[in-house]
């Protein structure tokens, strides 16, 4: 693996850069505070190429790679998380159905996608009762004709309200004679289709600016045409999403612990207690490094999954162990970052206290902690 960049992945960061400098920090913490969902951001993301970074040229994406877009997204998370984990979702939808849609399904939705006509892309595969466990899956999809009808309840959906497109998993053969996930398919869902209802907007602690909602389907009827790869095969394409979505979710954990880093290292050189800045003090020197070292360790192993997909090779095992690493040191990171920011730290006036809050929910979304874990261990156990 070359840690140093090409001449395109330098690019792809400094454009990301430099949009998430000048346009999207000055208006995180409002985006924040009102739970403002960031359409116009999706726009200028789209305009630069940053919603289908791994997305082929023909349907509208730039083309770049894995380690291209880990790096954009870690940009964006360090401007604002609530954005990076729309921009996140939107280009994992535009890859999966680059990678398994049919000539038509992908010149519809990725260049939608890529070009921000369809806002945003929205993933539907966790359910109230069946989240880790994809195999409890209740919502069911039935043959009608030249129809499949949808029935069930969709839980956690990122963008739901907003998106043009919902990746949407569904039982379409019985439980009993296609046991755990063997008989799940995926469908494509537009916005607006009859019998989609959009529920409530989550009022959560992080990412608030993210739309977060549930779906129902009260016989929500779509072409056969929306079926997404083969019939029964929906659990291979989610796993394969996922792998891609970890490293997404490393980027924006590395992103969010970046800048309570970059803003603790201000903090604590203008900061002054007993007549000295408090950054000379070794208590606050050690905090500051053991968030630097963590920091680092964090963006290699991202790098490493991320190079690892672009090379077409194995990655699901590196994937989460740089999702488990990431999300669990960005969580340490921004917790020492609220320490040095001392009461400053709690207060909605600095950044750090939601840092805080956005960081905690990338140890359980895009598959927990303790998912993660279990992956890497069966890659070790099983090989």
Not at 324 to 350: D, K, M, P, T
Not at 361 to 378: D, H, N, P, W
């Amino acid at each position: 693996m070359d840690l140093e960049l090409t001449e395109t992945q330098t690019f792809v960061q400094k454009t990301a850069r430099d949009f998430a400098t000048r346009v999207i920090q000055p208006k995180a913490a409002e985006i924040d505070k009102k739970e403002i969902f960031p359409a116009e951001i999706m726009k200028g993301l789209a305009a630069l190429g940053l919603l289908a970074v791994n997305v082929p040229e023909e349907l509208g994406g730039a083309a770049a790679g894995a380690v291209s877009y880990a790096l954009a997204m870690q940009e964006v998370a360090r401007a604002c998380a609530s954005c990076a984990v729309t921009m996140a979702v939107t280009n994992m939808v535009g890859e999966v159905i680059a990678t398994f849609g049919t000539d038509a399904q992908k010149k519809k939705y990725c260049t939608g996608l890529a070009d921000g006509s369809l806002v945003a892309g929205a993933f539907g595969l966790s359910e109230p009762g069946a989240g880790s466990d994809p195999g409890g899956m209740r919502t069911v999809a039935r043959e009608d004709s030249d129809s499949y009808v949808l029935d069930g309840e969709k839980q956690w959906i990122t963008s739901g309200a907003h998106a043009g497109v919902i990746v949407v998993w569904a039982r379409t053969a019985p439980a009993d004679t296609h046991p755990g996930t063997r008989g799940i398919s995926c469908l494509l869902v537009e916005k607006g289709t009859p019998g989609l209802k959009i529920g409530r907007a989550e009022d959560k602690m992080g990412i608030r600016g993210s739309n977060t909602v549930s779906l129902s389907f009260e016989a929500c009827r779509v072409p056969k045409s929306a079926l997404l790869g083969h019939l029964n095969g929906g659990f291979k394409i989610a796993m394969m999403a996922l792998d891609g979505g970890r490293i997404g979710i490393s980027a924006q954990a590395i992103g969010i612990a970046r800048a309570a880093l970059e803003e603790s290292v201000q903090y604590a050189r203008d900061r002054k207690q007993f007549d000295k800045p408090i950054s000379e003090f070794q208590a606050v020197q050690w905090k500051l490094a053991n968030m630097k070292v963590e920091l680092d360790a964090a963006h290699l192993l991202c790098m490493r999954a991320a190079w690892l997909k672009d090379q077409a090779r194995p990655f699901s095992r590196e994937a989460s162990m740089a999702k488990l690493f990431a999300s669990e040191a960005s969580n340490r990171i921004v917790n020492h970052a609220v320490q040095i920011h001392g009461g400053y730290g709690y207060i909605r006036e600095f950044a750090a206290e939601r840092h805080l809050r956005d960081a905690r929910v990338t140890t359980i979304y895009e598959g927990t902690s303790e998912v993660q874990r279990i992956v890497i261990a069966r890659g070790l156990l099983v090989g």
